[in-house]
């Protein structure tokens, strides 16, 4: 089994439809937002209220588990493909 970990950044509604089109691939075994983070402000004074920390943009770390490496890439291509039509940010990472 292979497992792709990933980041999600952007609105709620974009993110669980990602997620639902993640999940509805052929081969996938698991979808999984292993920790919603929420919205995350700075916590210093000078960025307080800025357009940057006020917007609605959550992250979400997800694991996917995939039968094979070439499933895997799939999802890697595929997750790529969603955050460009949804106006997400996806970062893929190793370990949370």
Known sequence: MRTVRFR???PEDPVQALLKRI???DDID???EVADNGAHLREDSSSLDLP???GRSDFHDIEVHAISDAV????????E???REYGL???FVDEF
């Open 30 to 32: 698991r979808v999984e």
């Open 89 to 91: 940010v996806a970062e």
């Open 8 to 10: 999600v950044t952007g």
């Open 23 to 25: 999940g509805a691939l």
């Open 52 to 54: 940057d920390d006020v």
């Open 81 to 83: 493909r969603a955050a």
């Open 72 to 79: 895997a890439r799939g999802v890697v291509r595929e997750v």
